[in-house]
């Protein structure tokens, strides 16, 4: 059978030399998106659907533009390509841009990540709703259960690569996440909700259904009778769940953009020890069955592991080929891919006990941070820590300080990475965090 | 899939074509950039293969069925270091297939036009239905195009030559607005949206949906620090909009803003009175109640509002409403995204509890007509209710006075992003920029600090309601169950006398 996608990728690159075009890079992407939910004891959303685009980024007389779109039809594409060598020709020349070279291509892996999975990819309509539906009994039962909403969600996708320069990649991948969303009559009108929803690429990697329900209900159990926390200045226990938010805010200015555009509050710091000697952070695209695993970033770069962090010492950012060339700095890759924070000894228990007197963060809400000067303010919710244990409820509060200061204050890592994320943090121990509350 | 909720050049394809006289009733034409046949000249589909799809989409059974036909044709351009550095151009084009029984929905959408592709779509949507057919339209009945954003010219046809001058220009006026800015980047970006919405019982809407936003971002430095911001100007608007004057006023505020932060602080931690500034602030009525108000959430009874209809919720000079009509909003509507005309929708009124945003299927639920606020981030989406522009009217209050009365607390004039907790009702959103205020008087500018309140408290806890009310003229995009959606915001100033600051000093 012909290749559709390899088809289209090859006629952009054709009309776009045609058209005059010096360097071009064609993407075409396939991907099915399959959602089922259930809510309180019946079906209640069903949708299907594959979806496909093409975009082309194109190199014309020193100047750059890129083109998207889903209309793949051979008679439109020739329009498409026209209007887009025009609109890239108006702009201005750019010394800094250009086509990745060839040389960063080099040193790709050819192993399987094991990212693929048919068992996700096959799989039928009765098994989802078999899911779906053991799901569903197993979070209700409760008198206090005002609503369940139990959801599957899977997909696989194809994208497939093709330059002006020789470069030509593939990758596949499926994913499948899953899990239910309750919410609990509380205090006066007060409702209290709880969620879980793991996913992986392979199907064999996720909970039973039984476990994302047990979860679930803790979950949901934990918010009940939520009290406003004091304000104070104190030990923070943040669970692996939560930390990946804090670990986000952190290197979101980790990148070769944010350093040229004086937007950093890293820049200058490249071989300096910025944090505690606790945080050491690795992005790694080719980690077995990681959800962000790939073989090549998105400017074909071949994926290798960085470092970011060893032991708090600054020691790599995120250098695309533009930003590099301005900063004249090697690149790295163009984005995160996995990005595993390095788990320490201690449990999450011992985490609580060593933190005596604080609070433990579950989830965040809202709040922001400054990746020029790395201040911060989150609301969060979580518990209080008495004597070493998880006390009461909290929530109504916020967390306010600098993200700089507060990974110099972190005193310990947990030996529990989340696993239902590329960005896998386990829990942390901070010191000296102020919070706001009643 | 989480119920929390926060607040970002060729033809279309078909294959078939004919039927000339359908749809001769829609629009006038003229500058709101609907043609007389919508599907055939943006879809190339005529009224034969949408009663084929209709009817294979209602096949098992239908309570409401929709085709939502989408084209969405843009440009963004980004400026750096002085140089128009990159472009981006974009066609997504596609139909959403929608069949609701009850309370339950089948979804399918696809890029591809044609026939086979759309009937295929459509046997995948009705499987959910194990009924007996629906019957489909015989003819499909054309409303009025509506005039909410009428602008002198689609962006499609705008030159690129005319978009990099203004993009220039607001670059050249930010850069020279004070010594100490070193770097400055402008985003543009627009778009226009044609969607066509055909349903079950056979009406049709189209309607052309401009957009486009401004960004002005900012890095000065000062003594070797270095803080930056941003500003920007969002709404339905055409090219005509970017005069000098409000690119002068765009690219003062983004160093303004930017400048200030040198000189501000965190206020201290804990619980004090906020005045929120009046326009941005707006941001409260999203986040502390509008969202608690989409009848999905009161349907399924996990909305802390759920109980509280007609109830006094709020000082009585609160009356809070959402309304599509607002014309070139960025939030407004000609029609919702399941062919609802837009309106104003009551919900406070002088502090009462009124009424829900609903869309279809939740309408049905409370046996009410539809509030027009049915909304969809694409065709890959199926709808469900969504604000569109939340406002607070004005009060009998001035902001001097509001100042005045507090002892100490917090203004609260920027932000960045809000978001909420439906169940509990608790709330947030940032704090860019600000002021402290001491014994009646601003004392000095404060920065980077989350608000957290929660929402039923804080309408009661409202104390004064300003008489400057206004809509914030940057642009908010809401995001909710993976569906991102234009918003605008706006209200008076008012103060609440005690929500959480986040700040220093604590303990």
């Known amino acids: 059978m012909p290749d559709k996608m390899r088809i289209a990728a090859e006629q952009a690159l054709d009309l776009a030399r045609k058209a005059g075009v010096q360097d071009v890079w064609v993407k075409v992407d396939r991907s099915r998106d399959v959602t089922h939910e259930y809510r309180d004891g019946k079906l209640e959303k069903v949708k299907d659907a594959t979806s496909r685009s093409l975009s082309i980024d194109l190199y014309v007389d020193g100047r750059y533009a890129s083109h998207s779109t889903t209309d793949l039809r051979e008679q439109t594409l020739s329009g498409f390509i026209t209007n887009a060598v025009v609109l890239t020709r108006a702009l201005q020349a750019d010394p800094w841009r250009k086509i990745t070279p060839p040389e960063l291509f080099r040193g790709r892996t050819d192993k399987d990540l094991q990212i693929m999975d048919p068992a996700i990819r096959d799989l039928d309509s009765a098994r989802r709703l078999a899911w779906c539906e053991e799901l569903d009994e197993r979070v209700r039962g ?186 004249k700095m090697a690149p790295t890759t163009a984005g995160s891919s996995n990005l595993l924070v390095k788990p320490g000894k201690q449990s999450l228990k011992n985490l609580l006990q060593a933190a005596e007197e604080g609070v433990y963060v579950t989830s965040w809400l809202g709040g922001n941070a400054d990746n020029t000067t790395g201040e911060f303010s989150l609301g969060l919710r979580g518990h209080m820590i008495r004597k070493g244990r998880i006390a009461e409820p909290v929530g109504e509060m916020n967390v306010t300080g600098n993200l700089q200061e507060l990974f110099t204050n972190l005193v310990s890592v947990g030996n529990d990475p989340w696993r239902y994320s590329n960005l896998r943090s386990p829990s942390m121990l901070f010191d000296g965090v102020s919070f706001s509350g009643a | 899939m989480k119920r929390r909720d926060f607040l970002v050049a060729t033809a279309a394809s078909g294959a078939m074509l004919g039927m000339p006289g359908l749809l001769h009733a829609v629009g006038t034409g003229l500058s709101s950039h609907v043609p007389d046949n919508p599907f055939l000249s943006w879809f190339n589909v005529d009224e034969a293969v949408m009663r084929r799809v209709m009817s294979e989409l209602s096949a098992h059974g239908a309570d409401t069925a929709d085709l939502y036909f989408e084209h969405n044709q843009g440009n963004s351009i980004a400026m750096e270091d002085g140089i128009v ?68 010219m689609p962006w499609s046809d705008v030159k690129i030559d005319d978009k990099l001058a203004r993009v220039r220009k607001l670059e050249s006026l930010a850069r020279h607005q004070d010594a100490a800015v070193k770097k400055v980047t402008i985003n543009w970006s627009d778009y226009d949206q044609k969607v066509v919405i055909a349903t079950l019982d056979g009406r049709v809407v189209a309607d052309y949906r401009p957009m486009t936003r401004l960004w002005c971002t900012v890095t000065a430095e000062k003594k070797g620090v270095q803080q930056s911001t941003s500003a920007n100007l969002s709404g339905r608007y055409g090219m005509d909009h970017y005069t000098d004057d409000r690119l002068q006023a765009l690219a003062k505020k983004a160093v303004d803003n930017t400048l200030v932060l040198f000189d501000a602080r965190r206020p201290e931690a804990g619980e004090m009175p906020v005045l929120l500034a009046a326009g941005a602030s707006g941001i409260l009525l999203h986040e502390a109640i509008g969202h608690g108000m989409e009848a999905d959430f009161n349907r399924k009874g996990t909305s802390i509002y759920s109980d509280m209809l007609n109830k006094k919720v ?88 509001m100042i005045a009365s507090m002892k100490k607390g917090i203004v609260a004039e920027t932000y960045t992003n809000g ?82 600051v986040g700040g220093e000093h604590a303990g």
């Not at chain 1, 669970?239 to 509050?265: C, E, M, N, Y």
């Not at chain 2, 402290?436 to 601003?442: S, Y």
């Open chain 2, 85 to 152: 550095s990159s472009a981006r151009s974009w066609i997504d084009q596609g139909v959403g297939l929608r069949v609701v029984v009850g309370d339950q929905t089948g979804y399918a959408y696809t890029e591809d036009l044609s026939v086979e592709a759309m009937l295929k779509a459509a046997r995948t949507a009705a499987a959910i239905a194990k009924g007996s057919k629906a019957v489909p339209p015989q003819h499909f009945n054309a409303s009025r195009a509506g005039d909410m954003y009428r602008i002198a």
């Open chain 2, 314 to 401: 709020a000082n009585p000079h609160v009356t809070i409403v959402d309304q599509g009509t607002l014309a070139y909003e960025r939030g407004a509507l000609n029609y919702d995204d399941e062919g609802n005309p837009a309106q104003r929708n009551l919900l406070v009124e002088n502090g009462v509890l009124r009424g829900y945003l609903h869309d279809s299927i939740s309408a049905r639920h409370y046996k009410v007509p539809p509030g027009g606020s049915g909304r969809r981030e694409s065709y890959r989406h199926a709808p469900m209710p969504r604000m569109t522009c939340t406002l607070m009217e004005n009060g009998p209050h001035s902001r001097d006075e």
């Open chain 2, 419 to 500: 978001q909420v907790s439906i169940g509990a009702g608790d709330f947030t959103f940032y704090i860019k920029n600000g002021w402290l205020v001491e014994n009646g008087k601003i004392t000095a500018p404060i920065k980077d600090c989350n608000i957290i309140g929660n929402g039923p408290q804080v309408l009661r806890d409202i104390t004064m309601v300003g008489n400057d009310s206004r809509m914030d003229t940057g642009g908010w995009t809401c995001g909710k169950n993976g569906q991102s959606v234009p918003v605008s915001l706006g209200m008076p100033s008012v103060l609440v006398s005690k929500m959480t």
């Open chain 1, 142 to 327: 409760d008198k206090r259960l005002i609503s369940a909403s139990c959801g599957l969600y899977d997909g696989n996708s194809r994208t497939l690569s093709l330059s002006s320069n020789g470069f030509e990649g593939e990758q596949t991948g499926t994913s499948i996440w899953m899990g239910a969303d309750l919410t609990y009559r509380d205090q006066g009108d007060r409702r209290a909700s709880g969620s879980f929803y793991p996913g992986a690429r392979q199907l064999a990697d996720m909970p039973s259904a039984k476990d994302i329900a047990r979860e679930c209900l803790e979950r949901v159990r934990q918010r009940l009778g939520v009290v406003k926390g004091p304000s104070l200045k104190g030990r923070m226990v943040v669970d692996a769940r939560a930390a990946g938010r804090l670990i986000s805010s952190l290197v979101k200015p980790a990148t070769a953009r944010a350093f040229q555009q004086q937007r950093s509050f890293w820049s200058g710091e490249i071989g300096e020890k910025l944090f505690s000697e606790k945080l050491s952070l690795v992005d790694d695209p080719l980690l077995l069955r990681g959800l962000g695993s790939r073989l090549y970033d998105g400017e074909g770069i071949a994926a290798r592991p960085i470092t970011l962090v060893d032991r708090g010492v600054v020691k790599n950012i995120y250098v695309d080929t533009y930003y590099g060339r301005k900063l």
